[in-house]
T-cell receptor
Framework: DTAVSQTPKYLVTQMGNDKSIKCEQNLGHDTMYWYKQDSKKFLKIMFSYNNKELIINETVPNRFSPKSPDKAHLNLHINSLELGDSAVYFC?????????????FGQGTRLTVV | LAKTTQPISMDSYEGQEVNITCSHNNIATNDYITWYQQFPSQGPRFIIQGYKTKVTNEVASLFIPADRKSSTLSLPRVSLSDTAVYYCLVGDKEGTYKYIFGTGTRLKVLA
């Protein structure tokens, strides 16, 4: 069983469309994250949820809206997609939020906006 | 903000020991130091974590000096499959912790 799974793995879409990326973890963790990795391979945190509550919201356009229906899921919805949104998006989870915990990452979703 | 600085890239040959150093001058008292490995087209994977002195597991060793302003990841006898990007993370508490990834070190192992 995959610990942190994301769907879809690849997503190609046109500018202006709305798309969602789903993430599920079966580790029983209470904290989940979304990261964006751009073409230069920089990994930047976007959001963090703890027990379904938004904890971290970095400087991310309002077009990005995370939704956590329960502790095991954290979905990312993106409105009005732009070319600059093209990147690999990683979901992750951890037990707690302190830095002495290990974060588990999904395989990533490669989003290409054309 | 706690920032980390790592070499951008390193080359090594199979069988050699590789040491990757990370600087984190502003590390906070309660922060741990964590290293992740990322292969192409995969998410980062936890390698090792420590707070002070030395930590060793089946994959790597982590050396942390007394002042904790730097750390060194040591990979013994690397193989081609160790070619990856290695990230050093330290905590960055601004009300809550979050995992901040630096630029990482791209390790290339040559035959």
């Amino acid at each position: 069983d995959t610990a942190v799974s994301q769907t879809p793995k690849y997503l190609v879409t046109q500018m202006g469309n709305d798309k969602s990326i789903k993430c599920e973890q079966n580790l029983g963790h209470d904290t989940m994250y979304w990261y964006k990795q751009d073409s230069k391979k920089f990994l930047k945190i976007m959001f963090s949820y703890n027990n379904k509550e938004l904890i971290i919201n970095e400087t991310v356009p309002n077009r990005f809206s995370p939704k956590s229906p329960d502790k095991a899921h954290l979905n990312l919805h993106i409105n009005s997609l732009e070319l600059g949104d093209s990147a690999v998006y990683f979901c992750a989870s951890s037990h707690g939020q302190a830095t002495n915990t290990e974060a588990f990452f999904g395989q990533g979703t490669r989003l290409t906006v054309v | 903000l706690a920032k980390t600085t790592q070499p951008i890239s390193m080359d090594s040959y199979e069988g050699q020991e590789v040491n990757i150093t990370c600087s984190h001058n502003n590390i906070a008292t309660n922060d741990y130091i964590t290293w992740y490995q990322q292969f192409p087209s995969q998410g980062p994977r936890f390698i090792i974590q420590g707070y002070k002195t030395k930590v060793t597991n089946e994959v790597a060793s982590l050396f942390i000096p007394a002042d904790r302003k730097s750390s060194t990841l040591s990979l013994p006898r690397v193989s081609l499959s160790d070619t990856a990007v290695y990230y050093c993370l330290v905590g960055d508490k601004e009300g809550t912790y979050k995992y901040i990834f630096g630029t990482g070190t791209r390790l290339k192992v040559l035959a």
